[in-house]
């Protein structure tokens, strides 16, 4: 198989293991095809991440973004870890999401960025954006991005997620709110995106489980959840996500409460448009830290 | 001189008619009604409108919401004190009350009746509808100053719409007996049809603009239950929305049978004249089918 034939999927399933043998998963497409089958995700929580005046600790912040790569890509080394999905000449995109009352926070956008360049990519080969990539000079050449984002509940799409977070790389994002956002994974098959994500951290510091009023946030339905969860795939990483908000609503409500809409772009990413794993037994899901109302 | 006299009293009382007519039909617009001053906040920049287009620059998230009832525009002002949180102040003006109702009613945990003719206070948050107007009030992090300056806020807004709105024709077709009041949940767009259980990611009940959906959750001591009625234009849509529903559901249903299902709660669904009623989840057959039996003799009246 050519690697032009290589699907996303495949790319997703195999490239833990390749990573995990030290292949450099972009130069050498070939050898991911290998009979991984799971979608490695690692969850990482940390309560030192949030002080006690409610602010993030930079430092904690950057110390479980390269746990999680680590442990992601199998290295004892941080770099060794970047270096495997960021080459010195790449053109970085790190998109985010500026969402007013849940926004990526900016010391995880900076221990991104700190750990791109690190891997040789200059200052002005890297963008943190979020509205406006399309006219945005360095998204426009991105030869690799990095996608974060919290995850929240949302009002049409279940969920915000980091499939969804790709919307903003159409031209108009409510042509794809159809059917509950049900086909949002198609946005990363358009060549403006496509191969190119090669790390995505969800965001769950202080993650939403419920939506109340006209922009849909109250401080009441946000919690201190304290973990990021990283993965190559992002279908994997959502559902994951999802499975936590899900347990939180139970836990919060005192029964089932189901998200109106589902989020069901997330199953269909797996099963419709076959951009990841979103069936947990699919996903090798490694958790570190502390274990208390982890709820997966 | 009599002709005369008649023919103005007929002028007059024409005039008259008239001028009643006219103050009749022009609503007071509530977003005219508000103060520029508020408890030392005061107006800080100039207000926003925001259209069908342009919402989606102004709510991320939410839009689609309001746009899948009927909505025309929603106007923003924001209030500022000197440390003191930002005060918004956002009134939608919906198409209709029905809307303006729907859309309350998929935005809230709780329902109070403090402002307009529902509300929902929350921390840093007053939302409450009237008429064809959504109103959300928000200041975060609340503090006991913003506290009090967003309820005066809510109470000016409430008091300038004199008119309440109506309720959806459907609600009436509610058993009231052991209703839960705030598990209310209106539509009209199948994206809402898994308010409280999961039924389909599809649109297996041929709901459109047309069609008037209501999901509730019912309670008595130890008894639960989802009940669901949707009222369509006529009785051949409705039987045509339940074989649609039957086809693609689960395997195991039939029409106006209450079954036991797989996870070990109860369920039926039938048809009478225009609607389509169901129960989802029920805690027993007898709860279950007591609630059916009380919609159907509504509809039967």
Known sequence: MSPKSLTRREFIKTGTLAAAAGTFILNNPQSLFATEEKSRVVLIRN???????????????????DESVRVLFNTKETSKA???IIKPDDIVGIKTNVWNY???PPELENAIKKRVMECGVSE??????????????????????????????HYWSGVGSLIKNHIMFVEKPSDWHGDSCADLAAIWKLPVVAYKTRLNVLVMLTPQFHNIGPHGFSPEYVWKYYGLITGIDPVACDAVGLKIIEAKRKEFFGEDKPLNPPAKHIELADTRHHLGNADMKKIDLIKIGFKEGIFI | MKALTYLYTTILISLLFIVVNISAQIKPDPSKNLPDN??????????RHFDNETLYDYIDGSAEMFLSFGFSKVFNRIYSRANQPDIIVDIFYMNSSYDAFGVFTHS?????????????????????????YYVSILCHPETPESKEAISKLAGAVDKSINEAGHLPEIIKYLPKENLVEESVRYFRHYNWQNSHTFISNDNIFNIDQNTHGILARYKEKNENAIFLIIMYPNNILAESALKNFTDNYKPEIIPEQTIKLKNGLWFRIQNKNNFIVGIFDSSSKEFADNILYRAESIINK
């Open chain 1, 102 to 104: 849940l926004r990526t």
């Open chain 1, 124 to 153: 002005e080969n890297i963008s943190i954006k979020d509205r406006g990539v399309l006219r945005d000079p360095v998204f426009q050449k991105a030869t690799a991005l990095i996608n974060s984002r919290p995850m929240r509940t």
């Open chain 2, 38 to 47: 508020i408890n030392g906040w005061s107006i800080n920049e100039a207000d």
């Open chain 2, 108 to 132: 809230v945990g709780k329902l109070e009746h403090e402002f307009g003719q529902q509300s929902q206070k929350t921390d840093g948050a007053i939302i409450f509808w009237k008429s064809n």
């Open chain 1, 82 to 84: 970047w270096k495997k």
């Open chain 1, 47 to 65: 309560k030192n991440v949030i002080t006690k005046d409610g602010k993030l600790n930079p430092e904690v912040i950057q110390d479980m973004l």
